[in-house]
């Protein structure tokens, strides 16, 4: 069975810190890895990783994926308040049409 | 411009009774999706649908019927309402591969 699995589970860290954020897979027929901010209502969409070493960067947020250990990270810089948030980790296989996703991450940014 | 919507937001209701969830996504995209989010912020699959056609059933209690009436819509019934079905259920739509997207969540609680 697809298994993903998110660490930490929760995180506080003050206004201006750098943090990491990781997500290990395991998943037949791997297709593609992806990210989610989660605040009060829907998940949002952050990023989609299908290739290994190649980042994906969008303003302070950039992720990459490692096919052969099986692993992506999620990094966050100058954090800010407005980044405290559940961020979701999922796998999608091929053929599989739906997503797996990990439990998630707390982040809490303090002033 | 709502791009996946869902309604009601909020439901309660007593153990026993019958309710139905609405999904509505103009995104033009061709499979919707049901998801499960538990107290623990854990997001579990539940169905997904193709072009109207049932393509996933998660082991989910056949108490939960969807109904795709055509390709933006995926509704959920829930017969025999039951505690443990208090969770927030969240549809989702993408292209058959492509990024999956959220609505805003039915928040669902059974007394």
């Known amino acids: 069975e697809d298994k993903v699995v998110q660490s930490p589970l929760s995180l506080v860290v003050h206004e201006g810190d750098t943090v990491t954020l990781n997500c290990s897979y395991e998943v037949t027929n791997f297709r593609s890895l992806l990210w989610y901010k989660q605040e009060k209502k829907a998940p949002t969409f952050l990023f989609m990783l299908t290739s290994s070493g190649i980042e994906k960067k969008s303003g302070r947020l950039s992720s990459i994926l490692d096919k052969k250990e099986l692993f992506s990270i999620l990094n966050i810089t100058a954090t800010q308040t407005g980044d405290s948030a559940i961020y979701l980790c999922a796998v999608e296989s091929e053929g599989a049409q739906k997503l797996v996703f990990g439990q998630g991450t707390r982040l809490t940014i303090n002033p | 411009d709502t791009a996946v919507s869902q309604t009601p937001k909020y439901l309660v209701t007593q153990m026993g009774n019958d309710k139905s969830i609405k999904c509505e996504q103009n995104?033009?995209?061709?499979?919707m999706y049901w998801y499960k989010q538990d107290s623990k912020k854990f997001l579990k699959i539940m169905f997904s649908?193709?072009?109207?056609?049932?393509?996933i059933n998660e082991t989910v209690p056949n108490r939960f019927s969807p109904k795709s009436p055509d390709k933006a819509h995926l509704n959920l019934h829930i017969n025999s309402l039951e505690l443990g079905d208090s969770a927030v259920y969240f549809c989702?739509?993408?292209?058959?591969?492509?990024?999956?997207?959220f609505g805003p969540g039915t928040r669902l609680l059974v007394l």
């Open positions: 649908y193709n072009n109207k056609e049932l393509i």
């Open positions: 989702a739509s993408s292209l058959a591969g492509g990024t999956q997207y």
């Open positions: 995104l033009g995209h061709d499979t």
